[in-house]
C-alpha cells in the first residue's frame, strides 16, 4: 500500500534551518510528481511546494528564496530543505502524491520556529 512517512520536523529559532524528508513506498516514486503543504492550526492547508517526475520545481511564494524541494529517486525520497525559518513558517507539514484521482498524505511532521 501506499505510504508517506515525514521525518525532520522540530524547533529551530528564527534565521535557522531544517531539511524535511518524506520517504514513500508502494508505487513508483520516480514516475510521480510530489508534494509538500503546510497547515496551521484553523487555517486551510497550503501548498508550499513541488516537484515533478521530471525535477522542475515550483515554490510558493511565501517560502520562495528559502525552501527548496528535492527529490532522490534512489532512495524514494522527497525533500525540503528551509533555512532563513521565520516564525510564520510554524506549522504542520504534510508530504502529499496524487495516484490516479486518490490523494495520498503523510502523517505530518511538526515545524515550531521560536526563539
Known amino acids: 500500500q501506499v505510504q508517506l512517512v515525514e521525518s525532520g520536523g522540530g524547533l529551530a529559532q528564527p534565521g535557522g534551518s531544517l531539511r524535511l524528508s518524506c520517504a514513500a513506498s508502494g508505487f513508483t516514486f520516480s514516475l510521480t510528481a510530489m508534494n509538500w503543504y503546510r497547515q496551521v492550526p484553523g487555517k486551510q492547508r497550503e501548498l508550499v511546494a513541488s516537484?515533478?517526475?521530471?525535477?522542475?520545481?515550483n515554490t510558493a511564494d511565501s517560502v520562495k528564496g528559502r525552501f527548496t524541494i528535492s527529490r532522490d529517486n534512489g532512495k524514494n525520497t522527497v525533500y525540503l530543505q528551509m533555512n532563513s525559518l521565520k516564525s510564520e513558517d510554524t506549522a504542520v507539514y504534510y508530504c502529499?502524491?496524487?495516484?490516479?484521482?486518490?490523494?495520498?498524505w503523510g502523517q505530518g511532521a511538526q515545524v515550531t520556529v521560536s526563539s
Open positions: 516537484i515533478s517526475r521530471y525535477g522542475s520545481t
Open positions: 502529499k502524491t496524487r495516484l490516479g484521482l486518490t490523494d495520498y
